[in-house]
T-cell receptor
Framework: GAVVSQHPSWVICKSGTSVKIECRSL??????MFWYRQFPKQSLMLMATSNEGSKATYEQGVEKDKFLINHASLTLSTLTVTSAHPEDSSFYIC?????????????FGPGTRLTVT | GQNIDQPTEMTATEGAIVQINCTYQ??????LFWYQQHAGEAPTFLSY??LDGLEEKGRFSSFLSRSKGYSYLLLKELQMKDSASYLC??????????WGAGTKLIIKP
């Protein structure tokens, strides 16, 4: 089946620094990728939709200047958490649909656990 | 508004059967998904229903009633490895997944 990878799997950073998370589709091309955030014991929350070659679409309440998304190629999207604060500590997950036609069948990356101290 | 409801936690015995219910209210409907998520890991796809009825896939079955805005996931012959959170998600008219908070399933020997 389709595989999506994320890097790093976990990261600890100091408050005020920036962290970049990579999401790669390994054996298929993804014009669209989704970024989610999940706090402990809570559901997945869609943060933004990443579109290859164009600007990302952010969900209401998500600061686009804080969570920078770059979808530079058909296999790579990056999420940069800028000026991270402890409240940004969370589990960040990306997903990609296998095709634009079957956008509902999403394949998830393994997630990145971010801890901001 | 959009809303997905499912129980927070359920407990069942190894070898038994458990049914996890999900009710949804979304703007438009393009299908209902069930995902399994082990602690600290990303969700993995279990099932997709868009038509009314029961879809069986091995030990797992998923049911949908569109008129009632209701779905359930049925797990048979429970194994200890089935201990996980089960997430219900509805695909709305914009093809966005609206997620429930998940049901934590605890399997006891």
């Amino acid at each position: 089946g389709a595989v999506v990878s994320q890097h790093p799997s976990w990261v600890i950073c100091k408050s005020g620094t920036s962290v970049k998370i990579e999401c790669r589709s390994l054996d298929f091309q993804a014009t669209t990728m989704f970024w989610y955030r999940q706090f402990p014991k809570q559901s997945l929350m869609l943060m933004a939709t990443s579109n290859e070659g164009s600007k990302a679409t952010y969900e209401q309440g998500v600061e686009k200047d804080k969570f920078l998304i770059n979808h530079a190629s058909l296999t790579l999207s990056t999420l940069t958490v800028t000026s991270a604060h402890p409240e940004d500590s969370s589990f960040y997950i990306c997903s990609a649909p296998l095709s634009e036609r079957e956008v509902y069948e999403q394949y998830f990356g393994p997630g990145t656990r971010l801890t901001v101290t | 508004g959009q809303n997905i409801d499912q129980p927070t936690e359920m407990t069942a015995t190894e070898g038994a059967i458990v049914q996890i219910n999900c009710t949804y209210q979304t703007s438009g409907f393009n299908g209902l998904f069930w995902y399994q998520q082990h602690a600290g890991e990303a969700p993995t796809f279990l099932s997709y229903n868009v038509l009314d009825g029961l879809e069986e896939k091995g030990r797992f079955s998923s049911f949908l009633s569109r008129s009632k805005g209701y779905s359930y996931l049925l797990l048979k012959e429970l194994q200890m490895k089935d201990s996980a959170s089960y997430l219900c998600a509805s695909l709305d008219s914009n093809y966005q997944l609206i997620w429930g908070a998940g049901t934590k399933l605890i399997i006891k020997p």
